[in-house]
């Protein structure tokens, strides 16, 4: 299995890096949420995205100022439904870090954009990748929480969204007298930190255990299946195919004795 960080460390330390990890990648939906509403209106971002049709630099076309928006949430409900299957296929580790990579892209690519339909498509990218991460990692926290933590622990998810979109105004507001084209760039870019730190840190943290579970009862079924063909020569290990019966064994008799 390799060299595992987390298990050298304490339980309930352990416990609060992880919602360490999750609050930093959920700051992220939260600023995406913020960070729009004031870029769209300012002078370079206007220029770029062509919204104005007239000489004094307003916005006038106001549906595509709306559809830059929700091309976000767009991507974000597919990304919900790709990630789910994600999760369940690679297991939320795997999972999260490609949401991680998704939304890094995105926010590079909304921050380097030259024109509406590229932003529109960096928009539904950054959707994508939060999207994984909505549906994996608060469920994922409350996997390795204790029962008495699980409240508190996901009410996290709450204080971390408003903590970005908290962030992503006090930015804008810090930016608003700047050069026109750093002043909607920058705060696009600032996206990217988050998601960075949470690519690099997701290796450091322990995968859920019910995905590890489900992949031995998985594995087990195969063996018994094997069992059944007379396959022995596929198992390979009389033991582990031993050592799970034992464990099946016992959970039906504590289950039944409940």
Sequence with gaps: MGFQLWRSVPGKTLLILLNIFSAIALV?????????????????FVKMSNLAT??????????????????????????????????DKFG???????????????????????????FICARVVAGL????????????????????DRGSNFSLVFVANF?????????????????PTFEWRFPLGFMCIPMLLVAVTVVFVPGEFCFQLLALFEKGLRYFQNLLDGSWHIIGDKKRLTSFARFEATKMSTTKAS
């Design 28 to 44: 992220y939906e939260g600023y995406n949420q913020g960070v729009y509403g004031a870029i769209s209106g300012t002078s370079g």
């Design 54 to 87: 007239n000489s004094n630099g307003a916005v006038t076309d106001t549906i595509k100022q709306g559809g830059l928006a929700a091309a976000y949430y767009f991507g974000a409900i597919f990304g919900g439904f790709i990630g789910g299957w994600a999760g």
């Design 92 to 118: 939320r580790k795997k999972g999260a870090f490609m949401g991680a990579i998704l939304s890094l892209l995105g926010s590079a690519l909304q921050a380097g954009s030259v024109n509406a339909n590229m």
């Design 129 to 148: 990748g939060i999207g994984f991460i909505n549906v994996l990692i608060p469920s994922w926290v409350s996997e390795l929480s204790e029962a008495h």
């Design 163 to 179: 903590l970005g979109i908290f962030l992503a105004n006090w930015i804008n507001f810090g930016v608003r007298n700047s050069n």
